[in-house]
């Protein structure tokens, strides 16, 4: 773990190399914007990067600190475990931050997953099919019991839900 | 700050004055605290609490758990903890040291961004299969060729040591090398070279017995890291795969892969998951139509018989092949065809089956991950027939040879007789001049004749694998781009366009070589090598290939959940290629003349030797006693049944655990907005 942190921080600070200090000691405030986090190459071609930084910073705007950096990172890992990433890929879907994912949560994944390219009438069927398999209490949305029980058991989600650094 | 706080255990830090109550409470607080630190990655908390609840907890530990030991067992105590401590720390340690050693990290990772995480699984199971092989490599190498090629007799100074006098002539030449022959043949690679002197050197190594021992363990070594490996992957896996209920929610949720790093990569990536979201609209629509079962029903009969005939025709080519490849042996001038003719035979059926396969499997009209499966099945029922045809032709030709034993030992006794008597008629000594190794006839060692197939057929592999690659991957992407220019239609959208990377075909194809090392290893010990040699070559080829002549798939198919389908072939194909060697162990007599084991009956009594020779009379007795079979068959099926509970434990322990831990997250998430 302390190898990563180490390898994380020299990342962290080539974004900024002029904001960041080598030297930690004295915990420094220092938060690094949004642009700077987006285009990393491991982020900048992911179409929730902005959700993920929002989700990761201390406020809410995708600015960073070097703990939420580090957070960041190691929740997408490999060695997180499988709850820990379905709690936060629950907060990265949720847009609105209600601590539900909604039809409109749900719309905007699609049309960022699609680059906008299904009929709103295509989108309109998947809205309501994710909400038919998925939600157990029958609300109209997905709260995070509904979504952690669908995500458990996906095939797929250790592996894509990951990101190497 | 879970707990409630003691606020007598930071005033009465001495020891006569804790009371049995005190010391139990503390004891417990110690604990938890300690379950917090390992638990603590689990959490859902920032970073930045997690630290400061850590490092609170840590010193907590520290400062009370030295006051716990009782009077005077306290120094020992909190010395065991001090230890432990060291220990868990040099463990961590030795962890973060050998994930910096892991090689081709860098490498698997630009493929992985480029082609995501299928295509970089086939390359971290080729790394895995290297790691595998180099232990395996390390095992032979150590303990059966160096002990040999140093303590051992030299080359030339026995009759299986020396190339016969009739080929010496030609036993340089690179065609004869390259068949294996001339003085490969008669080296520390294959099993003919090998000494059976009990004790060999300063150091009296037993090698028969450690030969035997090592081709053994390489089949038990590469039986625990399998199993070891599908329970590995087996936690990470889900229950049920064919899961129908989520569909629409996991396209949704896991479709787009965090790995993509590379804008022409995240295009194709956005344009399948489209497609993929239109497909499932198409599907769901079209779920109620009626279809003509009877006629599906005889279509899909009519394939399954259309693929049984092929897969019979091609296991009679292949024991035709093979009988006709020992008639040439007998003849004198062959050619370069006719000599390689088993090889080609079994490659090319190797490259032209599988296409063939699916084409007809198009009548089938199934899903494609159910195809997929299907496709799969049949081509490792084509490689096994395949293989198993090819074993039993070889073993045809090793009954033969046994047989041309006995004519080779007559002659030998003659031929003896007579240079004893010339040699006595020459001079007046008693003893004769000893015959030159070169000379003396030698039985047909078939050992080595198995082991020199083996690696006649796995050098044949390598080389279609990678002309496979150069001409349909490297040639194919270098004529598209270039020819397109002066060509009539768009070669780079139509056909024939850039190959996408074969996952299952390549997985395969390394698991049926991993198959065929198996089988070779124990009378070529060489092959190890050569197959080290193989995985080292295909990482960096491949790697080169793929990122040069490749495109990112459409759309991904995967023939399972988790790593475990390929693993479980993997497992499979280690329990076929054991039969045939234990079979040959158990059953067949070695050649009287070369090998470890010559001169015995039977290959394994080299243990029974060993037993009675370097052990104490009585662990002879004992193991007498436990080679019964009334013994050995409840063992058998003890050990299978432990097995066969291995899956099913891991499956139990997923469920209730996964329930639970919902339950207490939801709860821990209410307790932390409380706190």
């Known amino acids: ?165 | 700050e879970n707990c409630p706080r003691q606020n007598r255990s930071s005033n009465s830090f001495d020891e006569e004055s804790l009371s049995e109550e005190e010391l139990a409470m503390l004891m417990e607080q110690v604990e938890q605290r300690k379950k917090l630190i390992s638990t603590m990655r689990n959490k859902p908390w920032r970073m930045v609490k997690k630290l400061s609840v850590l490092r609170e907890a840590q010193a907590f530990v520290e400062k009370f758990e030295g006051a716990l030991g009782k009077g005077k067992g306290k120094k020992l105590y909190a010395y065991k903890m001090m230890m432990a401590k060291k220990w868990v720390k040099f463990k961590r340690d030795f962890d973060n040291f050998k994930t910096q050693c892991i090689p081709w990290e860098m490498k698997i990772k630009e493929v992985e961004s480029h082609f995501g995480s299928s295509v970089a699984s086939y390359f971290i199971f080729l790394r895995w299969m290297y790691g595998v092989n180099l232990v395996l490599f390390g095992l032979i190498f150590g303990l059966v060729i160096i002990p040999e090629i140093l303590m051992g007799m030299p080359y030339g100074s026995m009759p299986r040591k020396t190339v016969p006098r009739a080929e010496q002539a030609t036993a340089m030449d690179f065609s004869v090398l390259w068949d294996f022959e001339g003085y490969i043949k008669y080296s520390a690679l294959f099993y003919g070279y090998y000494n059976n002197q009990r004790t060999i050197g300063w150091l009296k190594y037993r090698l028969p017995m450690a030969y035997f021992m090592v081709g053994i363990s390489v089949f038990g070594y590469s039986l625990m890291v399998v199993i070891r490996s599908m329970a590995r992957n087996a936690n990470q896996s889900t229950a049920d795969g064919d899961d129908d209920n989520f569909i629409f929610s996991w396209k949704m949720f896991t479709s787009w892969d965090y790995l993509i790093g590379n804008p022409e990569t995240a295009d194709n990536k956005f344009a399948s998951i489209t497609t993929g979201f239109k497909e499932s609209i198409v599907d769901e629509q079209e779920s109620n139509k009626d279809e003509n079962i009877h006629l599906r029903r005889f279509l899909r009969v009519l394939a399954n018989v259309l693929i049984i005939c092929c897969l019979c025709g091609s296991g009679y080519l292949i024991y035709f092949v093979v009988k006709r490849s020992q008639t040439f042996s007998k003849m004198q001038n062959v050619g370069w065809y006719e000599r390689n003719e088993v090889e080609i035979v079994m490659s090319l059926l190797g490259m032209f089956c599988p296409p063939l396969f699916e084409t007809i499997a198009a009548l089938e009209n199934y899903h494609p991950r159910i195809g997929l499966k299907w496709q799969l099945g049949r081509i490792f029922a084509l490689f096994l027939g395949n293989l198993y045809t090819f074993l039993l032709a070889l073993m045809d030709d090793v009954n033969e040879k046994l047989a041309e034993e006995d004519v080779v030992k007559n002659i030998t006794r003659w031929m003896l007789l007579g240079h004893h008597n010339s040699s006595m008629g020459n001079s007046s000594a008693d003893t004769p001049p000893p015959l030159d190794p070169a000379d003396v006839p030698r039985g047909p060692c078939w050992e080595t004749t198995v082991g020199i197939e083996f690696v006649r057929l796995t050098v044949s592999d390598i080389l279609v694998t990678y002309v496979t690659i150069l001409v349909g991957d490297f040639i194919r992407a270098c004529f598209v781009r270039f020819v397109n220019y002066c060509w009539c239609w768009d070669l780079e959208a139509g056909f024939p366009s850039y190959a996408e990377f074969d996952i299952s075909g390549n997985v395969l194809g390394l698991v049926f070589n991993q198959g065929m090392i198996w089988m070779g290893s124990f009378y070529a010990p060489g092959l190890v090598g050569i197959n080290v040699l193989r995985l080292l070559t295909s990482m960096y080829f491949q790697c080169w290939a793929v990122m040069s002549s490749n495109v990112p798939h459409e759309r991904v198919f995967k023939a399972s959940k988790s790593n475990n389908f390929y693993m479980g072939l993997l497992l499979l194909i280690l329990f076929l290629s054991l039969l045939p060697v234990a079979y040959t162990i158990m059953s067949l007599p070695p050649s009287f003349d070369c090998g470890p084991f010559s001169g015995k009956k039977r290959m394994y009594e080299v243990i029974q030797e060993t037993i009675e020779l370097d052990f104490p009379l009585f662990i002879a007795k004992i193991f007498s006693y436990m080679a019964n079979p009334g013994l050995i068959i409840p063992a058998i099926l003890l050990m299978v049944n432990s097995l066969r509970k291995i899956p099913i434990k891991l499956k139990i322990n997923q469920h209730p655990s996964t329930c639970l831990k919902l339950l207490t997250h939801v709860n821990l998430n209410k307790n932390d907005q409380l706190l």
């Open chain 1, 1 to 165: 773990l302390r190898g990563l942190n180490n390898l994380l921080f020299y990342r962290y600070r080539d974004l900024a190399p002029q904001l960041v200090p080598l030297d930690y000691t004295d915990k420094p405030d220092v938060t690094l914007p949004y642009e700077l986090i987006g285009s990393m190459p491991e982020l900048k071609d992911n179409p929730f990067r902005q959700r993920i930084a929002e989700v990761f910073s201390e406020d809410g705007d995708g600015n960073m600190t070097l703990d939420d950096f580090l957070d960041m990172f190691s929740v997408l890992s490999e060695m997180a475990p499988r709850d820990l990433k379905a709690y936060y890929a629950f907060k990265i879907y949720d847009f609105n931050n209600d601590d539900y994912i909604c039809k409109s949560d749900l719309e905007k994944t699609v049309n960022k997953l699609t680059r906008n390219e299904l009929t709103p009438e295509e989108v309109r069927l998947v809205c309501e099919k994710v909400i038919y398999e998925a939600d157990l209490d029958n609300d109209g949305k997905l709260s995070l019991e509904d979504f952690q029980h669908m995500i458990i058991r996906a095939p797929d989600f250790l592996s894509t839900f990951h990101i190497r650094i």
